[in-house]
């Protein structure tokens, strides 16, 4: 392999974009099983259980590092391509184009670099919090972070309720553009299963970030 | 000046490519790479010659005025290419496509020449196969016919109605493959302007620069022009807005001969001129004469409200309609050849029948079909056209009758080429549409294709060799030689007259005008007076040309108005030999038609007996033409009458 | 009709470029849209200026020259036209039309209109092509290709490479264009042996030539005058992955 990401062809860095796409979406679930435990009126005993259970195991950490890098590659790929996008017409229309395209299709960059300003600021709230480079008064009898505490906190704040659900709303139509545009770049591509590969797109773009948005909502208003 | 000699080889007619090829002179591969060949033009034989010939190991030079190969107006043939393969068990064969391939010229075609070209037709397609030209199928894999007019049986290859685009971007990927190994090298953007002759022998060409107006000099052991037919010398033609005459006219004017350039061929079914500002005819494909009935009002009242706009053409009782085509060939109905439709219809307008806001249109009816078959049956075969024509003209064919009209689409003559296609000039080739070889006074559909690849592919690779085959001694010139000087001197003493003339009208004005007058007396139907009053006309056209016309710019930039007035310079000096050759030709046959002769029911009445020649004339000075007479001998073919009733 | 034009006027290669305004009157709802620019350049000449320089050649849609980027939209408000095709009807009286160049670092512009496109040729020379010398061809009938591929393989060989899918495409990606030709050999059995070579070298090509990638905005699709499906897109990535992996 290359060494440097600039060398590998367009449609390398397409399939690389989709794979980790893909893969990041699965990780999208798993999270979204650990942040429903918060409602479970428990005292956050299933969220800390969980939440204890990804800090400890070393699968999961295995698996972290991997994520991690998915979520670095993701990113960078999707910089690069756009740069060099931008490179391809350096003078630019005087009439913004006009032509037909699926909603938002055009701002994947724009709806991918809220998702990563929302990301960093997740990061500092829990992440870093874990790895123990940002400390935090809540702790938990075990010594580790008790981030339930910490999410109710965060939740209690309305404005960070608020745009914690602008996020997800952004998410949402970024994920209904990915996935299907994910598939085509892997080449699937298929009269007979397009439509079904666009609904699960847009049922997973909704019901995911939904289930997120729940959340707040449940803090903001129930509890 | 050289003779007339067409060099066909001897024996019988089957064996005459055969035999020609057993004995031709060969040149070896190491002599190859020092043999520089020009090929001007990248239509269907342009880039099949310089595909073929780099390939050989020849050094290829081509060029084109569009900004790709891929742009020669090949691209818009729709139909298909004939071959005599006999797949659908028919009964067709070498012999039967050369006897209607000659029969549809209305014996006016060279018999060893059209007997070649069958005989190719069916390499082409399997060469066109191999390089992946998508070509429709039958459900089993093989490949699909259909039939096209002036035949019995179906032998048309086609894709869709794109067949010209898929051949043209098969010899245009093969000319690419080449130009990637560097035998060929591609000037696109480039004119040529006149050809240079050393010591008798075509040995290179002036091209002009479109982009920065610079003359270049180009040096090659032998010129090969495949710069296509001269159709819009009547301005308003379905050829592509730059297709023009002047390659073939420069080398005309250097010497190679003229032949029959009165044989053109006009479409029957064209979208109808709608206003003076129209640049470009629309074809819409022969193919919808299988089902569409043509007809005019039988009232001349009924033709006067649909022209005023107060009368629907479906308000018109069925008993009020005239089907002039079926009324008068009975037996070919709506089907009858091009020629033949297209001065019926053009009869009915004359005589007061027209509609349209021009009153140059008849109707092509579709109704009657589609009550038989069932609307989705026709959207089916004709989707495509029915589309382009509702684009263009704004009225939904299912429900209103096309309208349509005949135009100029093709043209027969051209430079004449002896069997080699080497003009009357030594090492100086014609190919393709730009000569006037396989055709005779009318082509059939579907053999344009098929001309242009045979005499790329599989014929020039083979005669230009013979020629070559002599010059292997000839070491490649310096372009700094005095002829080539001398040339570009004319050609830059030419432009600057062009610009110094700063009149006062438009290139494109006098093409229209010229156009106007070619289509009113050298047209679909010729007579003496009017070839004569045409001849008048166009001389002085052109002499206001040269004292008014008016092109802004300058020489060395990017100027169309140049490159058209350079065009229409050469038009106006063609145009007059086409009247030229009409009125020498008293008899009709095929796409010439003289009304003075004609039969009581107006059909061509031929005269085999003074004009069974190709009439190829020899530039002497402006507007001074020299005619040489080829006679043509039918050896196999019994000459007939063309009868369609 | 009266319209207002605003055009990009551009002298040459080197120059820049600014848009002039033209007010046109009279023009014939049944005008195609180069006719309308014709007879501007009529009165452009008749009053000693530059005429605009355009690309057009056959007029019926087919040769692929024609390319202007009008009111935000390559070959303008019309689908499934080239701009030769498209007519003033689809226009309103005293609209304002704004006509620019295709805009991609690939395709400068020569003059005015004119932009060059050459770089579409450079991409088929690396390998658009089955690499099959004239005469040696077998006997057509031993190729059976079944009708659906067959078709499927002239719908991407359809395209005419006006290069709309570039200027529709927010990133001039030439992704539509290369996978056209791609796909059409890629469905023929004719097209199996130098398939690996093929992707990969006119891929490599694209890339260098400096087109953008794909972000699957469709705009091509949507754009092409010749309709050309982004399945060509999507089949170029598999013959990609399986030319690199395989």
């Not at chain 1, 906190?153 to 996020?167: C, D, E, H, N, R």
Request: glycine share 8%.
């Amino acid at each position: 392999m290359n060494s440097s990401f600039l060398q590998f062809s367009s449609i390398t860095k397409k399939i690389w974009m989709a794979f980790l796409g893909l893969f990041l979406m699965i990780f999208l679930v798993v999270h979204l099983g650990i942040n429903l435990c918060l409602l479970r009126d428990d005292g956050g005993a299933w969220f800390t259980a969980a939440a204890h259970f990804m800090g400890t195991n070393y699968i999961v950490k295995v698996f972290e590092i991997v994520l991690f890098a998915g979520f670095i590659l993701h990113i960078l790929l999707g910089i690069i391509l756009q740069v060099q996008n931008w490179m391809a017409r350096p003078v630019r229309y005087m009439v913004s184009n006009k032509t037909y395209t699926p909603f938002l299709s055009k701002y994947m960059i724009y709806t991918g670099g809220i998702v990563l300003i929302f990301l960093i600021t997740h990061f500092m709230n829990f992440y870093f919090i874990k790895l123990g480079w940002i400390s935090n008064p809540n702790i938990t009898p075990e010594g580790e972070p008790d981030f339930y505490i910490i999410a109710q906190q965060l939740f209690a704040m309305p404005l960070y309720s608020i745009l914690y659900i602008v996020l997800f709303i952004v998410l949402g139509f970024h994920l209904n553009q990915a996935f299907q545009a994910a598939w085509q770049t892997l080449g699937v591509n298929h009269p007979q299963y397009n439509t079904c590969i666009q609904r699960f797109g847009t049922f997973y773009a909704i019901v995911v970030p939904l289930g997120f948005i729940i959340i707040p909502i449940y803090f903001l208003l129930i509890r | 000046m050289a003779e007339l000699n067409s060099k066909i080889p001897k024996g019988p007619l089957t064996s005459k490519w055969t035999h020609y090829k057993d004995h031709q002179n060969l040149v070896n591969p190491s002599n190859k790479r020092k043999l520089d060949i020009i090929i001007v033009g990248t239509g269907l034989a342009g880039a099949a010659a310089a595909s073929s010939l780099g390939e050989m190991g020849f050094n290829v030079k081509i060029f084109c005025y569009q900004d790709s190969p891929r742009r020669a107006h090949s691209i818009a043939a729709q139909g298909g290419i004939n071959a005599a393969k006999n797949y659908p068990n028919d009964g067709d064969s070498i012999y039967r496509l050369f006897y209607d391939t000659i029969k549809g010229g209305d014996y006016r075609a060279r018999e060893a020449n059209v007997y070649r070209l069958a005989e190719v037709s069916n390499n082409i397609i399997d060469q066109c196969v191999a390089q992946g030209v998508p070509f429709a199928r039958e459900y089993g894999g093989s490949l699909e016919n259909r039939s096209f007019g002036g035949a019995q049986v179906s032998r048309t290859f086609f894709a869709r109605g794109q067949t010209g685009q898929q051949l043209l971007l098969g010899a245009y990927s093969a000319l690419s493959r080449q130009i990637k190994l560097g035998t060929v090298k591609l000037y696109e953007r480039h004119e040529m302007m006149d050809v240079v002759i050393v010591d008798g022998k075509a040995r290179g060409i002036i091209a002009r620069d479109l982009i920065t107006g610079k003359l270049e000099r180009h040096f090659g052991h032998a010129v090969i022009v495949a710069t296509g037919g001269y159709g819009n010398v009547f301005y308003l033609s379905t050829n592509a807005m730059g297709s023009n005459t002047s390659a073939i006219w420069q080398i005309f004017k250097k010497g190679a001969w003229f032949a029959n350039p009165c044989f053109t061929q006009i479409h029957p079914t064209c979208i109808p001129v709608h206003g003076d500002y129209q640049s470009k005819l629309t074809l819409m494909s022969e193919s919808l004469r299988n089902d569409g009935r043509i007809w005019v009002p039988k009232r001349k009242e009924d033709a006067a409200a649909h022209r005023s706009g107060k009368l629907k053409a479906n308000d018109i009782a069925e008993e009020n309609r005239d089907y002039f085509l079926e009324r008068r060939y009975p037996a070919f109905g709506n089907l009858v050849p091009r020629d033949v439709a297209s001065r019926a219809a053009k009869e009915r307008c004359d005589a007061g029948f027209g509609v349209g806001s021009t009153g140059l249109a008849v109707f092509l009816d579709f109704r009657e079909s589609i009550g038989r078959l069932g609307k989705n049956v026709i959207e089916e075969r004709y989707g495509n056209l029915f589309q382009m024509y509702e684009k263009i003209v704004d009225e939904n064919p299912y429900e209103n009758p096309m309208m349509i009209y005949p135009a100029v689409h093709y043209t027969m003559g051209g430079t004449w080429v002896d069997y080699e296609l080497q003009t009357s000039v030594t090492g100086l080739f014609a190919a393709g549409e730009a000569n006037f070889s396989d055709h005779g006074a009318n082509r059939l559909g579907a053999s344009a294709l098929m001309q242009g690849l045979a005499d790329g592919y599989f014929v020039l690779p083979y005669t230009i060799q013979n020629y070559l085959a002599g010059e292997i001694r000839v070491a490649r010139m310096s372009t700094d030689k005095a002829e080539f000087a001398e040339a570009e001197k004319a050609v830059k003493a030419r432009l600057e007259k062009l610009m110094t003339v700063k009149g006062s009208k438009s290139v494109d004005h006098f093409h229209k005008e010229l156009g106007k007058i070619m289509w009113e007396y050298v047209g679909m139907a010729r007579n003496e007076t009017g070839l004569k009053k045409a001849i008048e006309l166009i001389k002085k056209l052109r002499a206001e040309f040269w004292k008014d016309v008016k092109i802004p710019g300058t020489m060395q930039e990017l100027n169309v108005e140049l490159e058209k007035a350079n065009r229409v310079a050469d038009f106006l000096e063609l145009g007059e030999l086409l009247a030229y050759d009409a009125l020498n030709r008293n008899e009709s046959c095929g796409g010439h038609f003289r009304e003075e002769y004609q039969t009581e029911e107006g059909e061509c009445k031929r005269n085999d007996e003074d004009y069974k020649y190709v009439a190829a004339w020899e530039y002497v000075s402006e507007g001074q033409f020299k005619l040489h007479k080829e006679e043509l001998a039918y050896e196999e073919i019994e000459v007939k009458q063309r009868v369609y009733k | 009709m009266d319209l207002t034009l605003k055009i990009w006027r551009q002298k040459d290669s080197k120059s820049s470029g600014k848009f002039v305004i033209y007010p046109l009157k009279n023009i014939s709802p049944n005008c195609s849209f180069l006719e309308m620019l014709d007879i501007l350049n009529e009165e452009l000449i008749g009053r000693n200026e530059d005429p605009v320089v355009f690309d057009h050649d056959c007029r019926e849609g087919i040769c692929g020259m024609c390319s202007l980027y009008i009111n935000g939209r390559p070959h303008g408000p019309d689908d499934a036209v080239t701009a030769c095709q498209l007519h003033m009807r689809k226009f309103k009286d005293g609209d304002t039309i704004v006509i620019e160049p295709w805009r991609a670092r690939p395709f400068p512009v020569i003059k005015d209109l004119m932009v060059d496109r050459s770089a579409f040729d450079k991409i088929i020379q690396e390998g658009g092509y089955i690499s099959v010398n004239t005469g040696g061809a077998a006997e057509a009938n031993n190729i059976l290709v079944g009708k659906e591929n067959s078709e499927l393989s002239m719908d991407a060989a359809a395209c005419i490479g006006c290069g709309a899918c570039v200027a529709a495409c927010k990133n001039a990606s030439a992704m539509l264009f290369v996978s056209a030709k791609i796909s059409q050999f890629a469905l023929l059995p004719q097209g199996q042996i130098e398939a690996k070579q093929r992707v990969k070298k006119m891929v490599k090509k694209m890339d260098e030539l400096g087109f953008g990638n794909c972000t699957n905005t469709y705009a091509c699709e949507a754009e092409c005058p010749k309709l050309i499906s982004r399945s060509n897109i999507a089949r170029m990535n598999r013959e990609f992955m399986c030319a690199k992996v395989i």
